[in-house]
């Protein structure tokens, strides 16, 4: 079992960077692959990036050379910098746990067992 809080959301400019977290209890934090996904009202879901036990990193396009995903299993936590935000980078995120790695399936929020509460992400015009 795994249990993810998100952290570090907020209201910024277009240009503008943000670094969200996502702390995980558990001991065994470093086995799971981590994926950050986000959601706008009246959309589904979408995947954002993942970062692998390895370390490999995977990204959407629509964030590719804006946004690093990386992990500090020693912290037990994953971090993602946004930066060069948009307007439509505007949603809620959300960190997930996936015990199984997909490399077909990554982006699919189908992979992930376990999901955080969300952080809500505003970036004005």
């Known amino acids: 079992q795994v249990q993810l809080v998100e952290s570090g959301g907020g209201l910024v400019q277009a240009g503008g960077s943000l670094r969200l977290s996502c702390a995980a209890s558990?001991?065994?934090?470093?086995?799971?692959?981590m994926g950050w996904f986000r959601q706008c009202p009246g959309k589904e879901r979408e995947f954002v990036a993942a970062?692998?036990?390895?370390?490999?990193?995977y990204y959407a396009d629509s964030v590719k050379g804006r946004f690093t995903i990386s992990r500090d299993n020693a912290k037990n936590t994953v971090y993602l910098q946004m930066n060069s935000l948009k307007p439509e980078d505007t949603a809620v995120y959300s960190c997930?746990?996936?015990?199984?790695?997909?490399?077909?399936?990554?982006?699919?929020?189908?992979?992930?067992?376990?999901w955080g509460q969300g952080t809500q992400v505003t970036v004005s015009s």
């Open positions: 997930a746990a996936a015990p199984r790695w997909s490399s077909t399936y990554y982006s699919n929020e189908n992979t992930y067992d376990y």
């Open positions: 558990g001991r065994t934090f470093s086995r799971y692959a």
């Open positions: 970062i692998r036990e390895s370390g490999r990193t």
